[in-house]
């Protein structure tokens, strides 16, 4: 099974990924933008960045809790650290975008029931780029960051020449042949 958001592209939730705000309603992460404020376990905090990835790819691998839908590889808290995959089954699925999100702190936010980090939480979950501030001057270059909503086209990622590890995430060309 490929995993294009987690070792191609990047990592994140389905669009209509129900989040926990500060005011314990829920709405879809799609719908949220910078301002917002969510519900994390340290109290109420504004979300900085809705981060959305594009994939040109149809088919994504994706888990499925609870009704919405994560990247296999998202960390995610019941309990423990862990991540969906450990929890359920991947299943290819039509996910042209998945957005992720930037808060100001706390870097936890609920979905659905389940605890999930968001980008640049700085906590040590075996996650070398998305959990550090490296994702952070990523998405400054690209198109939305001073509006709150960077977006990747076709997001990539860039891979450490030695450890193969996650090291960047970039904007892929497509190059179409014509027939």
Same mark, same amino acid.
């Given at each position: 099974?490929?995993?294009?958001?987690?070792?191609?592209?990047?990592?994140?939730?389905?669009?209509?990924?129900?989040?926990?705000?500060?005011?314990?309603?829920?709405? $879809?992460? %799609?719908?949220?933008?910078?301002?917002?404020?969510?519900? *994390? &376990?340290?109290? =109420?905090?504004? /979300?900085?960045?809705?981060?959305?990835?594009?994939?040109?790819?149809? $088919?994504? %691998?994706?888990?499925?809790?609870?009704?919405?839908?994560? *990247? &296999?590889?998202? =960390?995610?808290? /019941?309990?423990?650290?862990?991540?969906?995959?450990?929890?359920?089954?991947?299943?290819?699925?039509?996910?042209?975008?998945?957005?992720?999100?930037?808060?100001?702190?706390?870097?936890? /936010?609920?979905?659905?029931?389940?605890?999930?980090?968001?980008?640049?939480?700085?906590?040590?979950?075996?996650?070398?780029?998305?959990?550090?501030?490296?994702?952070?001057?990523?998405?400054?270059?690209?198109?939305?960051?001073?509006?709150?909503?960077?977006?990747?086209?076709?997001?990539?990622?860039?891979?450490?020449?030695?450890?193969?590890?996650?090291?960047?995430?970039?904007?892929?060309?497509?190059?179409?042949?014509?027939l």
């Open positions: 099974m490929t995993h294009p958001f987690n070792n191609q592209f990047g990592r994140g939730f389905g669009p209509t990924s129900p989040v926990l705000l500060a005011d314990g309603t829920r709405k $879809a992460i %799609s719908s949220l933008r910078r301002g917002d404020m969510v519900f *994390t &376990p340290t109290g =109420p905090v504004a /979300i900085k960045a809705v981060i959305v990835c594009e994939s040109h790819q149809v $088919a994504q %691998s994706m888990c499925w809790i609870n009704g919405f839908a994560v *990247t &296999p590889h998202h =960390p995610c808290r /019941i309990g423990q650290w862990g991540k969906p995959a450990h929890l359920v089954e991947e299943k290819e699925s039509y996910m042209p975008k998945v957005y992720n999100l930037l808060l100001e702190s706390g870097h936890i /936010i609920d979905v659905g029931g389940t605890e999930f980090a968001t980008l640049a939480h700085g906590f040590d979950l075996r996650d070398p780029y998305f959990g550090t501030q490296r994702v952070i001057k990523d998405l400054k270059k690209q198109p939305g960051w001073e509006e709150g909503m960077p977006v990747f086209q076709n997001v990539k990622v860039v891979r450490h020449p030695v450890t193969g590890e996650i090291d960047g995430w970039i904007e892929s060309v497509v190059v179409k042949e014509w």
